[in-house]
């Protein structure tokens, strides 16, 4: 036998396995033919190569994944580093409740190394959702408000609520109420007394007006009447401003500051002019990414300033991002004899905090 040859046993058994051929008995034999064992083994061989290819797609694909993606039950890991992505992906989670099934290969749950403190209605949500941008930062997507309200449930419950993220990144949660809520500083030092500070802080008058929209429009959405600015920020008897109006309250800086310098030192506040944040955020996150340590990722080309809102968003591919609709409302004038009170009566409180904090604001109401 001819090397190469396949013994006709061998041929004879293959053929056996392979389905029939319908040929008509009578019909003459063509030498040059198909024989009908042939004719019948293409289909079979393609199938074969199809299901090859199918194969190779797969291993190639579970390989590629192997690298990038990575199944580890319960949880799906992902390499992708674009932040719109890693927003949406979080976002997922956020809706989850922080108890999502998304999250990177070689993450986890951090506690917070640094928190955005306050002041409420001074750009806070603007400022950490700008800082997300850089990826050496992970944010919280709502605000937590562990240290005013959830206390009792305990730093694990705290640290379930963050989201994932590698060893080398900054994980930021931001509670606003935390600047003025009284046991606030002292919980905070018991979770870490290294924690980075981040306060956040505008003109006082625009801080409280805005304070004001925005605990009318909550009364609002719950069919209450609204009441004027001036009625509020005005005591009715005396016609000085009113103390124990909360909107007063907040903004009254340094009286919140102090409290805070207590347990920490000035060193681990940066504090953020709320002001430049809406003309030119780009510089207050510079500043932000070097009190951090981090390099600077969030620059000028990242914004795109969007004229019906009247606010920079952030532009990422070719879709731009702006904060939502309830940010940046409209303020109404305020009447000149209130405007007067109040400049006068937050004056000594503003002189007193740039003298704590070694630094001036260039706030528009001033005297
Ligand atoms: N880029 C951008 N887009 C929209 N809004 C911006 C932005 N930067 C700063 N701001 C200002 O943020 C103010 C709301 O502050 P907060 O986010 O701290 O409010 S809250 O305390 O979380 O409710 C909000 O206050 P109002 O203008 O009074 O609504 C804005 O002035």
Same mark, same amino acid.
């Given at each position: 036998m001819k090397t190469g040859m396949k013994p006709a046993a061998d041929s004879a058994h293959k053929y056996q396995r392979l389905p029939k051929v319908h040929t008509t008995h009578n019909a003459p034999t063509d030498p040059t033919s198909t024989p009908p064992g042939q004719a019948s083994r293409c289909p079979k061989l393609s199938r074969y190569k199809r299901i090859g290819a199918v194969f190779l797609v797969v291993v190639t694909?579970?390989?590629?994944?192997?690298?990038?993606?990575?199944?580890?039950?319960?949880?799906?890991?992902?390499?992708?580093?674009?932040?719109?992505?890693?927003?949406?992906?979080?976002?997922?989670?956020?809706?989850?409740?922080?108890?999502?099934?998304?999250?990177?290969? #070689? +993450?986890?749950?951090?506690?917070?190394?640094?928190? &955005?403190?306050?002041?409420? *209605?001074?750009?806070?949500?603007? !400022?950490?959702?700008?800082?997300?941008? #850089? +990826?050496?930062?992970?944010?919280?997507?709502?605000? &937590?408000?562990?240290?005013? *309200?959830?206390?009792?449930?305990? !730093?694990?419950?705290?640290?379930?609520?963050?989201?994932?993220?590698?060893?080398?990144?900054?994980? &930021?949660?931001?509670?606003?109420?935390?600047?003025?809520?009284q046991d606030v500083p002292g919980r905070v030092y018991a979770m870490n007394q290294t924690v980075k500070l981040l306060l956040i802080i505008r003109d006082p008058i625009d801080r409280t007006m805005s304070d004001y929209l925005q605990i009318m429009d909550n009364k609002l959405k719950r069919q209450k009447s609204v009441i004027p600015f001036e009625k509020l920020v005005l005591d009715e008897e005396t016609y000085e401003i009113n103390r124990s109006y909360t909107a007063i309250k907040r903004s009254i800086y340094v009286r919140h500051l102090q409290r805070w310098l207590q347990y920490f030192p000035r060193s681990q506040f940066h504090i953020v002019d709320g002001d430049n944040m809406i003309t030119r955020p780009w510089e207050e996150l510079s500043k932000v990414e070097n009190f951090l340590g981090l390099d600077h990722q969030i620059t000028h080309d990242r914004f795109t300033f969007n004229t019906s809102r009247g606010f920079f968003c952030f532009r990422s591919a070719q879709t731009e991002h702006c904060l939502a609709e309830g940010k940046g409302r409209p303020h109404p004038v305020i009447d000149p004899y209130t405007l007067k009170k109040l400049k006068e009566f937050f004056t000594p409180f503003n002189e007193k905090l740039f003298d704590r904090v070694g630094r001036k604001f260039n706030w528009r109401h001033w005297m």
């Open positions: 694909l579970v390989l590629m994944g192997v690298t990038c993606l990575q199944w580890r039950q319960p949880y799906m890991a992902s390499c992708l580093q674009d932040p719109v992505v890693r927003d949406a992906l979080m976002a997922h989670e956020t809706r989850k409740g922080g108890m999502g099934h998304l999250r990177y290969s #070689h +993450t986890k749950r951090r506690l917070p190394q640094c928190l &955005i403190i306050g002041a409420r *209605k001074a750009g806070t949500r603007a !400022l950490l959702y700008f800082l997300n941008l #850089h +990826t050496q930062i992970q944010t919280a997507g709502r605000e &937590i408000h562990f240290f005013d *309200k959830h206390y009792e449930q305990g !730093l694990e419950w705290y640290r379930k609520q963050m989201p994932f993220s590698f060893k080398d990144q900054i994980t &930021i949660e931001k509670s606003p109420a935390y600047f003025v809520e």
